[in-house]
């Protein structure tokens, strides 16, 4: 039965790392140029199609294609793109629109060998996911829209990770701020076949009780969104000293409900899932809310540094409204689960949202 479980959250997984495949015109505008293709791969001396459209127009206005590396790349005038080198480019799309100009561009990379399976993938934009084609390569999720971001997080869902194929270690960061019981909470482990970290921030009304685990907190309002950057470390090889951990990736620098990155492979041990640091930089509103979580930091054991630059492993730093952390031993730990409990979480979380949604807004909430 085990092994049915973990061969179907894979396969779950494997459709939840899909990456968007559309991406639209930042610029503000009243008209949206949106540029989608099969993939955000082309392999090399191949061809791929990309496509525009402007929305709000009758009459779709003629497209002008670039790339931002030709030496990589090269576009034709139907947006047919062909790879010349291996590496990333972006295309370059433009269009005048009732004498305004809208721009919007699209990342891609040129590969050796094209995966048909992950091009497939990618196309069918589901659950939020997309994939980043820096240097480092790791998969992430649409932390401005996602839809996780309605369901907000329980403990429970720890609680049931491992019956879906998923085992980490997870740190748990409660305060009250501006009356607001807040919870910050920190993963790292094992994704099905991925492996990762997290970071996110949740909240409720004040009210004493933050520490129930069938009580579910909020995704955090815009207002309270840190700045955020994370990185990941991994011990490629048994008994590297901390310092010689690889590095993975890092998340940009930027305002963060839920901050996360996972790339392909498997932790030697996931219980703990030591082997794995995750490193992080979140400066919060102001001074108080910074003050208030590294306070509970320090109650959890990580030890407080003189600097930022001295941060040790499960250590912290505090200056103004940024708290720099490090995190790879402290784990929280188990408790024994009630199933009564979890049981009428999860049936009252799914009446919840068939009520706020309906069927097929429930459906549109993973496929979208």
Not at 69 to 91: M, Y
Not at 128 to 138: A, H, M, P
Not at 322 to 328: E, R
């Amino acid at each position: 039965m085990k092994g049915i479980l973990t061969r179907s959250a894979f396969i779950l997984f494997l459709i939840s790392i899909l990456s968007f495949g559309i991406i639209s015109s930042s610029a503000a505008s009243q008209y949206n140029l949106e540029l989608s293709s099969e993939s955000m791969n082309v392999g090399l001396k191949r061809y791929k199609q990309v496509e525009a459209h402007v929305n709000g127009v009758e009459l779709q206005p003629e497209i002008t294609w670039s790339t931002s590396d030709e030496a990589i790349a090269t576009i034709d005038s139907t947006g047919k793109v062909k790879g010349v080198a291996l590496g990333n480019f972006e295309v370059i799309a433009t269009a005048v629109v009732a004498g305004e100009t809208v721009t919007a561009k699209f990342p891609m990379k040129v590969v050796k060998n094209e995966n048909q399976l992950n091009s497939y993938l990618e196309f069918n934009h589901v659950l939020s996911f997309q994939y980043s084609y820096d240097d480092c390569g790791y998969y992430y999720a649409n932390d401005k829209k996602s839809w996780q971001k309605s369901l907000g997080f329980a403990q429970i869902y720890d609680y049931m990770a491992p019956y879906v194929g998923m085992e980490y270690d997870y740190e748990r960061v409660f305060f009250t701020y501006d009356n607001q019981d807040f919870m910050v909470q920190f993963w790292k482990g094992q994704y099905t076949a991925f492996f990762g970290g997290e970071i996110g921030i949740y909240h409720r009304d004040a009210d004493g009780l933050k520490r129930d685990d069938n009580i579910l907190y909020n995704a955090a309002d815009e207002k309270y969104w840190p700045t955020m950057s994370m990185s990941l470390y991994y011990q490629k090889n048994e008994g590297d000293a901390p310092e010689d951990y690889e590095f993975m990736f890092s998340r940009p620098t930027d305002k963060y409900w839920w901050c996360k990155g996972f790339v392909p492979g498997m932790v030697r041990d996931n219980d703990p899932a030591d082997e794995i640091r995750l490193e992080a930089v979140l400066t919060f509103r102001d001074e108080a809310m910074a003050t208030a979580f590294a306070t509970e930091l320090g109650n959890m054991g990580f030890i407080k540094a003189e600097s930022a630059d001295t941060v040790e492993i499960d250590g912290y730093y505090i200056e103004g409204a940024s708290v720099t952390v490090s995190w790879q031993n402290l784990i929280e730990p188990d408790v024994e689960k009630d199933w009564v409990n979890i049981g009428m979480f999860l049936i009252g979380m799914i009446f919840t949202v068939l009520a706020k949604y309906g069927f097929k807004g429930f459906f549109n909430l993973f496929f979208q």
